[in-house]
């Protein structure tokens, strides 16, 4: 089993940033990859951005690129998603994923589904006020 547990949600005003964290713990050597997820009230969950842990690979969704930047420490088994630029669109609940698939790239499209993902964070809230 791999336990996640988010860090660094708030509230800040539209155009400030944050910095989520996201530290894995238990079977780590298990993961090749994980990745951020949000949902906002009343909304489905969304993909957000992942990474790959070997080969650093990074895929986002259109919607955060060029804003948000997903980064890995594998030393210290965390993966920090860095939001600037932020809108009130992006308020949600947000949370980290990881996954065990080997065969995959999780910097690439194919992150972007649940089901590539075995593991899940309770999330932390960001909440962005206009």
């Known amino acids: 089993q791999v336990q996640l547990v988010e860090s660094g949600g708030g509230l800040v005003q539209a155009g400030g940033s944050l910095r989520l964290s996201c530290a894995a713990s238990?079977?780590?050597?298990?993961?090749?990859?994980m990745g951020w997820f949000r949902q906002a009230p009343g909304k489905e969950r969304e993909f957000v951005a992942a990474?790959?842990?070997?080969?650093?690979?990074?895929y986002y969704a259109d919607s955060v690129k060029g804003r948000f930047t997903i980064s890995r420490d594998n030393a210290k088994n965390t993966v920090s998603l860095q939001m600037n630029s932020l809108e009130p669109e992006d308020t949600a609940v947000y949370y980290c994923?990881?996954?065990?698939?080997?065969?995959?790239?999780?910097?690439?499209?194919?992150?972007?589904?649940?089901?590539?993902?075995?593991?899940w964070g309770q999330g932390t809230q960001v909440t962005v006020s206009s």
């Open positions: 994923a990881a996954g065990r698939n080997n065969r995959r790239s999780y910097g690439s499209s194919w992150a972007v589904g649940s089901g590539s993902y075995e593991y």
């Open positions: 238990g079977r780590t050597w298990s993961i090749y990859g």
């Open positions: 990474i790959s842990w070997s080969g650093g690979g990074t």
